[in-house]
């Protein structure tokens, strides 16, 4: 039988995760909340432990303790693990063969002697041998983009900061999908750059908005178009022909994240508009976040500015990181892995497709996240804390809104799960919590 403390602790848990307690609602201090609740003032004091360590309440001394959630809108931008239980809230997927192939060519690299290149300094590009072996990795269809075209970054988060920080001043606009990634948010918010939301549809970004927006003065947009996060939305090449079009009558910027493109090999908007699109891509996603370097394939004009902003902001790459790179890339441990991926995301689809019958689900066979809509009653919010509640993290459609209060009632679930049992497993309870409702005894 649970301990008197953690009984109260759950009462608080089912009240937060209802939404009977909001994220946001103060918690009184512990010596009126043990009065309340016929307590030892050290009871509630380990109640409060209990609550905090489940990452439902925080709090300092002399500001109150409220109803938090790592869950809020800028804390997915850290990507911080959720460390316990199971945490399909952030899209890493490294499996089991994977992880070997991973470590068997590293020994290979390391036991072969440190190259000098290895060693030196960080730096925004590669020698030209390295360039054109990293800039086939940028190659899609009938894009082959010139090693020239690189620049290097020490993940895809600071080629993100980086290219903002080139493109729109202090108070410059940078146009968005309403929901995006969370780190942009964070990232524009940090430089002083107003975010603008905009509609989407199946594919993504509404042209016409995009273009209404164009007409008061952008600065730039930033924009996923394969598998958009949260939504999984891609574009099909004649939204990418739209939108390129768009670009070039109005002299607009775009920043292309393609961090999902290596799952569904289409030709990227650079392809289209290649002297309007700044392209960033990573070996986070591909590979592991352990090797985050970022790949930003750049016309020739915003190369100075670039530069400059990465050396700037310290986001320049660390030469053991391209090393390393180029190593897994001539290894074959790349085009290994994105397959070994791929693979694993078809089978775990299908799993989700069962799981969630008769619920809403946005996915694809080749996508490593899914939208799951929310029926009635429910909330992002506190459906996150209802699954964080049973050991499995999710991340509410909130932290990725521009806009507070505008985003639709529903979940992004990450392919994040170790092994197909434990998917299944997760997806079975995050299913009956859907379908409960949030008013049931969790």
């Known amino acids: 039988m649970p301990k008197p403390y953690v009984r109260i ?5 089912r009240r937060i995760a209802t939404g ?6 103060q918690l009184p201090p512990q010596r009126r909340f043990a ?6 003032v050290s009871t509630a004091s380990r109640v409060y432990d209990e609550l ?3 990452g439902l309440i925080s709090g300092e001394v002399g500001r109150g303790t409220y109803v938090a959630s790592r869950f809020a809108p800028l804390d997915p931008a850290l990507q911080e693990p959720a460390g316990t239980g199971i945490d399909l809230e952030i899209v890493f997927r490294l499996g089991g063969p994977a992880r070997e192939v991973i470590s068997q060519s590293t020994a290979r690299f390391f036991k072969a002697g440190l190259p000098g290149r290895a060693a030196a300094p960080a730096s925004v590009r590669a020698d030209a041998a390295t360039a054109a072996v990293l800039a086939g990795l940028t190659r899609v269809a009938d894009h082959r983009p010139p090693p020239e075209t690189l620049l290097l970054a020490g993940s895809g988060k600071e080629a993100i900061a980086a290219t903002f920080a080139a493109l729109a001043p202090r108070g410059g606009r940078i146009a968005v999908e309403a929901l995006t990634y969370p780190f942009a948010i964070s990232a524009a918010r940090l430089l002083g750059i107003d975010l603008v939301p905009l509609p989407v549809d199946d594919e993504g970004i509404e042209p016409a908005a995009l273009e209404a927006q164009a007409r008061q003065g952008l600065a730039g947009v930033y924009l996923q178009p394969t598998h958009q996060s949260p939504l999984v939305l891609t574009m099909s090449e004649g939204r990418r022909a739209a939108i390129a079009d768009l670009l070039a009558r109005h002299d607009l910027t775009a920043v292309e994240d393609s961090v999902y493109g290596f799952l569904k090999p289409m030709q990227p908007l650079a392809a289209y508009a290649p002297d309007q699109v700044i392209r960033i891509d990573s070996l986070s996603k591909r590979l592991m976040p352990g090797l985050a370097l970022g790949l930003i394939e750049a016309p020739a004009s915003f190369h100075e500015r670039l530069a400059k902003a990465l050396r700037t902001g310290g986001w320049m790459a660390p030469s053991l990181a391209v090393a390393l790179a180029r190593h897994w890339i001539e290894d074959g441990v790349v085009t290994a892995v994105e397959a070994t991926k791929r693979q694993e995301a078809a089978a775990m689809f299908e799993i989700a497709g069962r799981s969630f019958a008769g619920l809403e689900v946005r996915a694809e066979p080749d996508a490593l996240h899914c939208w799951l809509s929310l029926p009635e009653g429910w909330r992002g919010e506190s459906f996150a804390a209802a699954s964080a509640e049973l050991g499995i993290a999710v991340a509410p459609g909130q932290a990725f809104a521009v806009a507070s209060g505008t ?10 799960a170790p092994d197909l049992e434990t998917w299944e497993f997760a997806l079975s309870e995050l299913a009956s919590i859907a379908t409960r409702g949030p008013e049931k005894d969790l």
């Open 9 to 13: 602790a759950d009462s608080i848990a």
């Open 20 to 25: 009977d307690l909001p994220i946001g609602a």
């Open 35 to 40: 009065y309340e609740h016929g307590i030892a």
């Open 52 to 54: 905090r360590r489940r």
């Open 407 to 416: 985003a639709p009632s529903g979940v992004r679930i990450a392919f994040s």
